[in-house]
């Protein structure tokens, strides 16, 4: 029988990343290598209507994102590669990605301090699915809203057309319906059909918080080049 960590513990490793973070905040902010060879993409703090192009994110030579969330849009450069869990940067936002799916987020008016998916992972093999069960747990910031468990229903839709920097993608749909206490929520996936790669998402992060992430320039580890 599995056994979580009591909710005490939890929020005490809870504070201790929230400190983290913040330092991680302030080195971004700062001067490290990764601000200074992407200036010219950090310089892209928070803004409701925010304009990028292709040229723009094309000059860059880090792989780039972009996250549209409720208080306004931001392009963030790839950090890190922790064993397939990616960190993305901006100045005060921070996301971190497994297989396109959020699993933690800082900067934002909620946030997901943990997102953990129970069992299997359906999205480290979209090309094979056609329906899915999946289930997460969630951590939640403010509160120390720890342990949510949430049920999904994952299932393929039709091919749509995507345009991303002014260029069409066509993209394989998937819709995920979500349950659980408090939560009634569609996560929505747009998926390269030859890569699996998740080049759109609409995601549910907390209780009345999505982000949505497009991938501008995808990041492709070495072992798949």
């Not at 971190?96 to 946030?111: C, K, S």
């Not at 394989?172 to 009634?184: C, H, I, K, Y």
């Not at 890569?195 to 759109?200: A, D, K, V």
Request: positive net charge.
């Amino acid at each position: 029988m599995l056994s979580f960590p009591s909710d005490g513990w939890r929020q005490s490793v809870g504070i201790l990343r929230i400190g983290t973070i913040a330092a991680l905040m302030l080195l971004i902010a700062g001067c490290t290598s990764i601000s200074r060879s992407s200036a010219d993409a950090v310089r892209m703090i928070v803004k409701r209507d925010l304009q990028i192009s292709a040229e723009q994110v094309a000059a860059n030579r880090y792989a780039q994102i972009r996250v549209d969330g409720p208080d306004g849009a931001a392009l963030l450069v790839l950090g890190n590669d922790d064993s397939g869990l990616t960190s993305w940067y901006a100045p005060g936002r921070i996301v971190f990605l497994r297989n396109g799916i959020i699993a933690e987020t800082h900067g934002y008016p909620q946030d997901a301090m943990d997102i953990r998916l129970l069992g299997a992972d359906p999205f480290a093999r979209l090309g094979e699915v056609t329906t899915a069960a999946t289930l997460r747990r969630y951590d939640w910031m403010p509160g120390y809203r720890f342990g949510t468990e949430v049920q999904g229903q994952l299932r393929r839709g039709a091919i749509e057309n995507v345009e991303i920097l002014g260029s069409r993608h066509r993209l394989q749909r998937f819709d995920e319906v979500l349950t659980g206490p408090g939560v009634a929520a569609t996560n929505v996936y747009w998926v390269e059909p030859d890569t699996g790669l998740i080049r759109r998402s609409r995601q549910f992060v907390a209780p009345g918080m999505e982000l949505e992430i497009t991938v501008l320039k995808p990041y492709r580890p070495r072992s798949t080049r």
